[in-house]
């Protein structure tokens, strides 16, 4: 695909510099035009000798000073594919028009198409050549007027040598300036075209640098996946294995073991799960938008499905809750419910979610349990944690609170509130 679309930009470049070159052509071809006309018009008409009077009518001799004017502009669109062959068409047909027509003093309208076929023949190449191009091309000119002037008119040397001042007076600054000007034209973009493709091979570089940091960074990650999988999971076999042995005769060892396995799987699993993290692509994207409020009686479904006894009160209209809320509502009560089934279960728990104009509230509390105070212990459970949900509800201006309810259980709550300013704020900061 990159090689289409790179012939592709190349063939509407081709296209640009095309019109460009006609357009240059036409706007050269009319101020030619206008100069020829100024000196033509003026002796229109009157008692004076034109050129070839006997052998060419006026109407003919302007006919064919516009043809070679045309002709010579066609340079400027020639030189474009080959600037050598526009510069030797626009000096060719002046060459033909001083001899054809018989009246160089009247082709000065020549010089501009000249200039720019020596400009564009000058940017070509090196300074030195675009000089040397405006010296040959005003060398060449002035040999053929006084061939002309001496062998055409029969001028003697000096008359002959005063009308060559006089003609080189009227070309040379023009293509002197063509010259100059192609050269330095020519250098300032060869230096250009060379700063750009400096810096897209430096820009290449640092993309294969990136590919490179990044394909070693997923190796070190792949590297860490194996680790934590030969050596956890070889540590939680074993352990496991142990207890079965020990359970017939040793029964607290056994149980002991068997907490060592927990506590083994626990951090095996926030070990894998951190490496996941890591080794997912910045470009990915997710197969499904992070669940919110809306989704939480589901969560409550599956619950329930699995046998725990879960009530489900909604109050106020939570279809316009704030994506970065409504997810971390969902999020607090995913941990809560996990929570209550690993240390109260058997327990009923109520889930409540109150919303109005200025907060939202979503608690989830379970009755009594004879397990193990909850504390902290979702914080690798689900890999979100009540610790980085509380840091969550804090950049939204909200809390998060967890601890024993008045009937003797645990409850968990968030309040966070929908104010405009909090919540474009905290949008901000997540």
């Given amino acids: ?9 190349t063939r509407r470049r081709g296209r640009e510099d095309a019109g460009s070159a006609w357009a240059v052509a036409v706007v050269v071809f009319g101020a030619s035009v206008a100069q020829a006309l100024s000196e033509i018009i003026p002796a229109w008409g009157m008692a004076i000798d034109w050129p070839r009077a006997g052998v060419i009518s006026q109407p003919l001799f302007v006919a064919l000073l516009l043809a070679g004017l045309a002709l010579a502009c066609a340079g400027v669109v020639l030189a474009r594919r080959s600037p050598v062959a526009g510069w030797l068409l626009a000096l060719g047909t002046y060459a033909a028009l001083v001899f054809g027509l018989d009246a160089p003093a009247w082709l000065d ?10 400009f564009l023949l000058a940017e070509r190449g090196p300074v030195l050549r675009g000089l040397w191009v405006g010296g040959v091309t005003l060398v060449a000119g002035g040999l053929v007027n006084w061939v002309w002037a001496v062998v055409v008119a029969g001028a003697p040397a000096p008359e002959a040598s005063l009308f060559l001042v006089r003609v080189l007076a009227a070309f040379a600054p023009l293509v002197s300036a063509g010259a100059v000007l192609g050269a330095l034209h020519g250098r300032q973009s060869r230096r250009a075209d060379a700063a750009r493709a400096e810096a897209e091979s430096v820009r290449l570089g640092q993309e294969r640098q990136l590919m490179q940091a990044r394909e070693a960074e997923r190796a070190r990650i792949a ?42 799987g626990r951090f ?38 699995r046998g725990m006894t879960v009530d489900l009160t909604v109050v106020g209209d939570v279809t316009e809750l704030p994506l970065v809320v409504s ?26 979610v109150l919303t109005d104009a200025a907060r939202f509230t979503v608690a989830v509390e379970n009755g009594p349990s004879p397990a193990t105070s909850h504390g902290e212990a979702g914080t690798t459970g689900l890999g979100w944690g009540l610790t980085g949900l509380r840091q969550r509800a804090a950049l939204l201006g909200g809390v998060l609170s967890a601890g024993p309810s008045e009937q003797d259980g645990w409850r968990v709550s968030v309040q966070i509130p929908l104010a405009e300013p909090a919540t474009t704020d905290a949008q901000t900061a997540h």
Wanted: proline letters at 4%; aromatic letters at 4%; charged letters at 20%.
């Fill in 1 to 9: 695909m990159g090689v289409v679309r790179r012939k592709g930009l």
């Fill in 109 to 118: 309208a020549c010089a501009l198409p000249l200039a720019v076929a020596v």
């Fill in 223 to 264: 590297q860490e996946l194996h680790d934590v999988a030969a050596q956890h999971l070889a540590g939680l076999l074993s352990l496991a294995d142990a207890a079965v042995d020990l359970a017939g005769d040793q029964p607290a060892t056994a149980v002991a073991l068997v907490t060592e396995v927990r506590a083994e």
């Fill in 268 to 305: 095996a699993a926030a070990s894998i799960y951190g490496a996941l993290s890591d080794l997912r692509s910045p470009e990915a994207q997710r197969v499904a938008p992070t669940p919110g409020v809306d989704k939480i009686a589901d969560l409550v479904d599956s619950w329930g499905a």
């Fill in 327 to 352: 997810a971390t509502a969902y999020r607090a009560v995913q941990e809560a419910l996990a929570n209550a089934a690993k240390y109260a279960r058997g327990s009923t728990v109520s889930v409540s």
